[in-house]
């Protein structure tokens, strides 16, 4: 018992003389262990942060995309402020004969004389006159539509040139174009002859002819001979 006693006071003489330095082990004890729960509870954190902080640093795929679907891909068409508007080609016919000699010109409102029938009428063209045999060229690209003979005007020859225009050449030698051929401006489409009875006392020569919509027309709309 006694020396149970004796020990118990060695002890408390030991406590009662380093009293400070075991509360200051304590404490360093206890700031120990708080700073290792701060550093676990810190590196707990940075091992979750990784997926959040990616996350913030790389905008989502909307937020990339939608500054691009501000700006137009495509620069829109500018208004063109004087657009060129396509003039139609103007239609000019080429002088049916290559040697020009008018024996008796359009005059749809003059009666003028034919001296074959005695008589004052209109003349619904312009008689080219020449030698028998000279050619005859059409006077605008077209189709040939016709071709006939009578004995008032003898062989004709008719070109549809378009919905509108159609030109024809009286007075001419058989000729050697067929109906469906397609003939270029300037092309031979016959020669000038004597086969028209009705201008017979003329001579050698082709009556040409304009029609628009099928009506008599001027032919110097399109043609242009001279001071014409
Ligand atoms: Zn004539």
Redesign the pocket.
């Known amino acids: 018992m006694e020396k149970k006693r004796a020990t118990n006071g060695k002890f408390k003489t030991f406590l009662k003389k380093n009293v400070y330095y075991i509360i200051m082990g304590v404490c360093l004890i206890a700031i120990a262990a708080m700073i290792t729960v701060a550093l676990v509870v810190k590196d707990n954190k940075d091992a979750v942060d990784p997926a959040g902080p990616s996350q913030d640093i790389t905008p989502p795929a909307d937020d990339v995309v939608k500054p691009d679907d501000d700006k137009p891909t495509v620069d829109p068409t500018p208004i063109d402020p004087d657009p060129v508007v396509p003039t139609p080609t103007a239609i000019v016919f080429a002088c049916p004969v290559a040697d020009v000699n008018i024996?008796?010109d359009y005059s749809i409102d003059t009666l003028v004389w034919n001296g074959t029938l005695k008589h004052y009428a209109v003349?619904?063209?312009?008689?080219f006159a020449g030698n028998d045999g000279d050619s005859v060229m059409s006077a605008y690209s077209g189709t040939v539509s016709n071709i006939k003979y009578d004995v008032l005007n003898g062989y004709t020859v008719t070109i549809t040139h378009n919905d509108k225009l159609t030109t024809t050449y009286?007075?001419l030698n058989e000729p050697t174009v067929t109906v469906g051929q397609s003939v270029l401006k300037g092309e031979v489409i016959g020669t000038m002859g004597v086969t028209?009875t009705?201008?017979y006392l003329?001579g050698a020569?082709v009556?040409?002819c304009l029609y628009e919509n099928g009506e008599v027309a001027n032919p110097y709309a399109y043609l242009t001979i001279g001071e014409k």
């Not at 003349?123 to 008689?127: E, K, L, P």
């Open positions: 024996l008796k003349h619904t063209g312009i008689d009286s007075s028209a009705n201008e003329d020569h009556h040409f």
